[in-house]
């Protein structure tokens, strides 16, 4: 192994049940006007026209947000459109715009953005028939407004994620603008605009809605309802969004998230893609609770779920049941706790519906065969409102026409039947060739490990600790013997590990924190110096435990019967956690290593590289030392 290239997975039974599955619409799929051009931005900065420097004091003195860092106002006529990389707060104060796909409104709450080069670029678009809005503006400005100017204020946001690069070396200087001529105008650090009417570097990609998504959307939240009070008597949208393989499922899943949260206080969230998780690493299916458009990739939002439940691998395939039972429990978490909040805890100046809350649920992609059951049953127990059904142009090779369906076939427990809407794919760019599924696994993972969660929770981080490596971070230490209760391994192959072998298939392993319920018929606790766990157990039932988060095991000490863990949870959340599950999940080469330029060499944070743990350097020789590659053209006809 050379530690200078990460290594890629092969193809392999968990990229194929990755895969999503392909429907055919029945109804409601509105037109929609023609894609946007190839041209990203149309906005051309000039100093003391429409771009205007803005210093803290002059903010204060207008009831804005401060930045510690520089900050500029930008007046934008209609249609103009600015696109950017990097990262950045922005607060609309006068006028329309969208950011996207989603129409944000006058408002003096700041939008974090964040724009990697691995992800298409966002594109800020100034909309017609602008709402004023009441923000009073510095005089300097107002001369340059026109009755439709858009008004934005951008300010620095530097969060350490512009340094998760130097760590996970796959995506190496994402924000970086070296190839791109900057303003000194602008000032304000981590974030690039693109030049205007030029065409951008061929390696970034825009961010453009097809059609129908635009048009869908539209139909079902409009930008500018005339009563927001409309809904509050009916019962919660409960979307249900599903796809084939690289048609843009999750985007468009998150897309609506944040269209939802412009209309509701609160929106749920609920994630059954294990492989391509939204807000967790992979591994869980979890429910979230979110109060704002999410502007930017998976890896710039992680959080500490509402509810979630960790079956381990990044399919269902090895844990079905527990995999589907999980999904169930957080349902009817959802419609026991979150679909009719208590009032009285709404923001009074909030003009959003607060009576009840949506649920956006994101689907799996593998529906063929035992997948396809497991689709049919988490569709039945949604009774979704709205089923969004993506269609591919791909060749039919990962079809999956036995889960086509009449609607009527599947929701019988509704009395009103869900409306469908079929969506045209994302065609396929340069960018997802680039990053294989494996690669935004492995950096959602690092994201999460570095970074920082406060004691508020649920909470979405907004700040990252990337300049000290995994391996020099204090680690927590565990008594076994007192703090935990029980260790579950699950998984392919995990009954046969003996209570001798725990130790060495613990180490350096990643873990789900989980809290459980006492049980009754739970086994009775080991000696001391034994680590709890029983040989072929299952883990907790979902119905009376729940995951917190990931923890790494960092070592293990059995002399003094301690866990060396390093989490990036709070320590408020940890006290309940007397259950360690351990999946097929590791941790990524990336996250062992040390990234510290002072600290490269001969030797791994003082240790030379032969007789650094838990990683083996140069080709390894014998029957299983490479990685099992399977040929999907050899498969039997009832396989495909």
């Avoid at 930008?74 to 969208?98: K, N, Q, V, Y």
């Avoid at 390696?203 to 635009?214: H, I, N, T, V, Y």
Wanted: proline share 10%.
């Amino acid at each position: 192994m050379s530690p200078n290239r990460l290594i890629e997975d092969a193809p392999n039974d968990d990229d194929f049940m990755n895969m999503d599955d392909s429907e055919t619409g029945y109804n409601d799929t509105p037109t929609a006007p023609d894609p946007a051009p190839s041209v990203f931005s149309t906005f051309s900065g000039v100093a003391q026209k429409n771009l205007f420097p803005m210093d803290n004091e002059e903010l204060l003195q207008f009831n804005m947000h401060t930045s510690s860092g520089r900050s500029a106002i930008i007046i934008l006529e209609p249609s103009e459109s600015l696109a950017f990389i990097g990262t950045a707060r922005l607060t609309l104060l006068r006028g329309f715009i969208s950011l996207l796909g989603v129409p944000l409104h006058p408002s003096l709450d700041p939008h974090p953005v964040y724009a990697p080069r691995s992800h298409p670029v966002p594109i800020l678009t100034s909309l017609p028939n602008s709402p004023r809005g009441d923000t009073e503006l510095p005089p300097r400005l107002q001369a340059y407004c026109g009755p439709e100017s858009s008004v934005v204020l951008i300010q620095e946001m530097l969060t350490g994620v512009e340094g998760i690069g130097t760590i996970c070396k796959s995506f190496e200087r994402v924000f970086d603008n070296d190839d791109l001529e900057l303003d000194e105008a602008w000032r304000i650090h981590g974030f690039t605009p693109i030049p205007p009417n030029i065409l951008p570097p061929r390696d970034l990609q825009p961010f453009a809605l097809p059609p129908s998504w635009q048009a869908t959307l539209d139909l079902l939240i409009p930008e500018e309802s005339q009563d927001m009070d409309e809904d509050t008597s009916l019962d919660p949208l409960v979307a249900l969004v599903k796809g084939p393989k690289k048609s843009g499922k999750s985007t468009f899943a998150r897309t609506l998230l944040s269209r939802l949260t412009t209309r509701y206080q609160k929106v749920a969230f609920l994630e059954c893609d294990m492989g391509q998780s939204e807000f967790t690493p992979g591994g869980m299916v979890s429910l979230h609770v979110i109060s704002r458009p999410v502007f930017g990739p998976p890896f710039t939002h992680p959080s500490v779920p509402y509810r979630a439940h960790y079956v381990g691998a990044s399919t269902p395939r090895s844990t079905p049941a527990h995999y589907l039972s999980s999904i169930l429990a957080l349902l009817q978490t959802y419609r026991l706790e979150l679909q009719y909040p208590i009032p009285g805890g709404e923001e009074e100046d909030d003009d959003r519906i607060s009576s009840i809350i949506p649920l956006v649920i994101n689907t799996h992609g593998w529906v063929k065969g035992l997948g396809a059951d497991l689709s049919r049953d988490i569709e039945e127990a949604a009774e979704a409102t709205h089923v969004f059904l993506l269609e591919s142009d791909a060749p039919d090779d990962n079809s999956f026409n036995d889960f086509h369906h009449h609607p009527n076939q599947t929701h019988t427990s509704r009395l009103k039947s869900p409306k469908f809407y079929s969506l045209e794919a994302i065609a396929s760019t340069p960018l997802a060739l680039r990053y294989t599924p494996a690669d935004l696994r492995a950096l959602s993972i690092i994201s999460y490990f570095h970074a920082n969660f406060t004691s508020d929770a649920p909470h979405i981080a907004d700040s990252w600790s990337t300049a000290v490596p995994l391996c020099a971070q204090p680690p927590w230490e565990v008594d076994w013997s007192v703090a935990l209760d029980q260790v579950v391994l699950v998984g392919s192959g995990s009954e046969d590990v003996t209570p001798a072998e725990l130790p060495q298939a613990l180490a350096c392993g990643l873990v789900a924190l989980v809290s459980a319920e006492a049980d009754a018929d739970a086994p009775a606790k080991t000696e001391a110096s034994l680590i709890p766990y029983t040989q072929g157990s299952s883990s907790p039932p979902p119905s009376t435990s729940h995951c917190v988060g990931l923890a790494l095991i960092r070592g293990i000490s059995p002399s003094t019967h301690a866990l060396h863990l390093l989490t990036p949870l709070p320590p408020v959340l940890l006290g309940k956690c007397r259950v360690l599950v351990k999946g097929e999940l590791e941790m990524p080469v990336w996250g062992l290593l040390d990234h510290r330029k002072e600290e490269k060499g001969k030797d791994l944070c003082g240790v030379e590289w032969s007789k650094v743990p838990y990683l083996q350097w140069g080709t390894m020789q014998g029957v299983g030392s490479t990685k099992k590659r399977v040929r999907r053209n050899l498969m039997r006809r009832g396989q495909m």
